[in-house]
């Protein structure tokens, strides 16, 4: 069956945990509305829930209040109408990229003829296609996460989960990679959050970033980013990063980080 975008709704969500010592609030109150096929970023300081609250959109974490819902069905338990793309790649090095991109839809036990056409399809559009029968060793760091993306969308989630995908990059590779992922997300139409720590990064790539507050995570600000069309198009992250408008993002954003250097 073909996904299709779904709207994701956080209604009023909290997140305790308990330590010997104390009751410790991670997240409070966080309400917030993805539309379908929209591409939202969530930036914050480390320790503030970002990582957190994705492990409960995607179903990994119960939140001790309130709910998620993706296409108006509350998220219960992890789903495969839900993708989710790690910092690790976890590709297995005995399997070919082919059969790494088919795991997802051999463990969900998918039509396999089906899977394997999508897959090669995504190997391809993702700049993988030469490299369907080599194994994970021959490839570089930013080729690996090409295959774990082109994984997470064979099985064709709705919705689409990155958390911090390209921290293991050298930075020269994470630009590259960026517009292709961008490129491969929007075609298929998905509904993206992304969890990352690079501000350059969410405001280049996302159509809206929303900033987290130190812990307990709240959601302290949400900027809409647009740019104005290169060519008749939306720029690629890459061309994003050129225009005068991203230099203006990125000095409010830095601002509302409040980032302060404690020596």
């Known amino acids: 069956t073909q996904g ?24 409070s109150g966080i309400s917030l509305s993805i539309e379908p096929g929209e591409f939202v970023s969530l930036i914050g300081q480390s320790g503030c829930g970002k990582s957190t609250l994705l492990s409960i959109i995607a179903g990994i974490l119960p939140p001790s209040d309130g709910e998620v819902r993706v296409g108006g069905r509350r998220v219960t338990a992890p789903s495969p109408r839900i993708g ?12 070919t990229i082919l059969d790494n991109a088919l795991l997802g839809a051999e463990i969900q036990k998918r039509d396999m003829n089906e899977a394997r056409d999508r897959a090669v ?16 060793r021959a490839l570089s760091g930013g080729m690996r996460q090409r295959v774990a993306l082109a994984r997470t969308l064979t099985t ?18 994470r630009l590259a990679i960026a517009d292709e992922v961008v490129d491969v997300l929007r075609s298929e139409g998905k509904s993206v959050v992304l969890v990352t720590h690079d501000i350059g990064e969410a405001i280049s790539m996302t159509d809206r970033v929303v900033v987290l507050s130190r812990r307990p995570g709240r959601i302290k600000s949400q900027h ?33 980080l409040d980032v302060h250097v404690e020596g």
């Open 224 to 256: 809409a980013i647009s740019f104005p069309s290169v060519a008749g198009r939306r720029p690629t992250p890459f061309e994003a990063r050129g225009l005068p408008e991203f230099n203006a993002y990125f000095n409010t954003l830095w601002d509302e």
């Open 156 to 173: 064709n989630p709705d919705v689409v989960l990155l958390d911090e995908p390209f921290s293991a990059l050298d930075s020269q590779t």
């Open 84 to 95: 989710y793309m790690l910092q690790q790649d976890y590709l297995f090095e005995w399997r």
């Open 4 to 27: 299709s975008a779904q709207r994701i709704e956080i209604d009023n969500v909290s997140l305790r945990y308990f330590t010997r010592q104390a009751e410790i609030l991670a997240l």
């Open 121 to 136: 399809r995504l190997l391809e559009k993702c700049g993988m296609g030469n490299f369907l029968d080599q194994y994970p």
